[in-house]
């Protein structure tokens, strides 16, 4: 049985969100189906005012509604120390916990050939500007552990390296309440690596 053609057209629309395959989007559908009108609009609503004021920091590229965002505009926070993450989530995610209280810089993605995404797609060009501009004592290197990850943050560091700061990366190995046994050999070697003292 086929499902009209509005509900096919939700469904398409759905498949397209990063993470939902053809069931869970009509999952979604029938539950959206299912919805008040009110909630349906109040919904909708939401979507159109987040594509209307949010936008990127001029300064870390983060989302946000005021620019400078916040986090830029706060003037207690380190400026001498800069992480860099891949994306606006992986800020959120360090902003959470509350232990960093420098500044960011998000680039947008990775370096990634093999999707057509290099360095002139990243916002690596104002980072390397923000860095030779001076002030800035340490970079973090915050991006995600995967081949694409390591592989930018590869290219960063020949670049960041000749500027005359500090370079480091977040550590990386066995998280809390973790066995030995159910971590892969690259897991363990960087834990092994980059053991700290007692």
């Known amino acids: 049985m086929a499902y009209t053609k509005s509900l096919e057209d939700l469904i398409n629309h ?5 993470g939902i ?9 029938m539950f959206i189906l299912g919805m008040s009108d009110a909630e349906v609009k109040d919904m909708a609503r939401s979507m159109v005012r987040v594509k209307q004021k949010v936008k990127r920091c001029s300064t870390c590229f983060f989302v946000t509604e005021s620019d400078p965002c916040p986090i830029c505009a706060d003037e207690q926070r380190n400026g001498t120390i800069l992480l860099v ?3 606006s989530e992986d800020l959120a995610a360090v902003e959470k916990t509350g232990a960093y209280r420098g500044r960011y810089h998000v680039l947008s993605g990775v370096l990634s050939p093999l999707e057509g995404i290099g ?5 690596i060009e104002p980072l390397v500007e923000k860095i030779k501009a001076g ?3 340490e970079v973090v290197l915050a991006v ?5 990850g390591e592989a930018t943050a590869i290219y960063l560091a020949r670049l960041i390296k000749p500027l005359g700061v500090k ?3 977040l550590a990386r190995g066995i998280p809390v309440g973790g ?3 159910q971590y892969d050999d690259v897991t363990l070697e960087k834990a092994i690596s980059g053991r700290l003292e007692f």
């Open 167 to 169: 370079l480091t990366r």
């Open 179 to 181: 066995q030995l046994n």
């Open 85 to 87: 993450v891949e994306d």
């Open 14 to 18: 759905l498949t397209r969100l990063p």
């Open 119 to 123: 360095p002139q797609d990243l916002n």
């Open 135 to 137: 002030g800035i004592g």
């Open 144 to 148: 995600n552990p995967t081949m694409e």
């Open 21 to 29: 395959g053809p069931k869970t989007a009509q999952r979604l559908a």
